[in-house]
């Protein structure tokens, strides 16, 4: 079946600009993660959200940073004022469906986003 | 912060060889999870090995988990040059929202 899908695939903006990415998970996934890969870095947890329970903001690392969620569809991440140092890859994954070798816990990213703040 | 330490960064070794990954991990955990990804895109899951199993395959991977020790290893046997990628491990410190928290990665070339 479809897997999670990103776009933009590669987004350039200026600083100062408000950027948004959107993430659309597997069909049937209650949970979607954000986080954020700096170059040469591990991912960054940034948000989660579970269904219509409130969502786990604890990994965004300013209020220029915020994600919304309609149902268990579509998810956006807005970055306002954008800066230089938020050039990174936003993946965005899903999770719920479970069997034999993939249990519940396991997320399923998508190919990401390129953000780049000249 | 990342809670889990891969090393080496980086690795090189001829095709037909084993290649082996180690994660260090800082607090008690749920499950740890290895995961591939390709050219700094989208993260492919390998394993999940859980906090009660020491070790576990799947086809060409043998994932070792030591909870005394707080360490994981991953080994790949006679590697492809398709197995080209970085390796991350991912620790989940359970709860209900799974986070999972990432080390910086394995950067594995594997030479034809």
């Known amino acids: 079946g479809a897997g999670v899908s990103q776009s933009p695939s590669n987004k350039v903006t200026e600083k100062g600009k408000d950027v948004e990415l959107r993430c659309d998970p597997i069909s049937g996934h209650t949970a979607l993660y954000w986080y954020r890969q700096r170059l040469g870095q591990g991912l960054e947890f940034l948000i989660y959200?579970?269904?219509?329970?409130?969502?786990?903001k604890s990994g965004l690392p300013s209020d220029r940073f915020s994600a919304e969620r309609t149902g268990e569809s579509v998810s956006t991440l807005t970055i306002q004022r954008t800066q230089q140092e938020d050039s990174a890859v936003y993946l965005c994954?899903?999770?719920?469906?479970?069997?034999?070798?993939?249990?519940?816990?396991?997320?399923?990213f998508g190919p990401g986003t390129r953000l780049l703040v000249l | 912060s990342q809670q889990g330490e891969e090393d080496p960064q980086a690795l090189s070794i001829q095709e037909g060889e084993n290649a082996t990954m180690n994660c260090s991990y800082k607090?008690?955990?749920?499950?740890l999870q290895w995961y591939r990804q390709n050219s700094g895109r989208g993260l492919v899951h390998l394993i999940l090995?859980?906090?009660?199993?020491r070790e576990k395959h799947s086809g060409r991977l043998r994932v070792t988990l030591d909870t005394s020790k707080k360490s994981s290893s991953l080994l790949i046997t006679a590697s492809r040059a398709a197995d080209t990628a970085s390796y991350f491990c991912a620790t989940d410190s359970g709860g209900s929202n799974y986070k999972l928290t990432f080390g910086k990665g394995t950067l594995l070339t594997v030479n034809p």
């Open positions: 607090t008690s955990i749920n499950n």
């Open positions: 959200f579970q269904g219509n329970s409130a969502p786990d």
């Open positions: 090995i859980r906090s009660n199993e």
């Open positions: 994954a899903s999770s719920s469906r479970a069997h034999r070798d993939k249990p519940r816990e396991t997320q399923y």
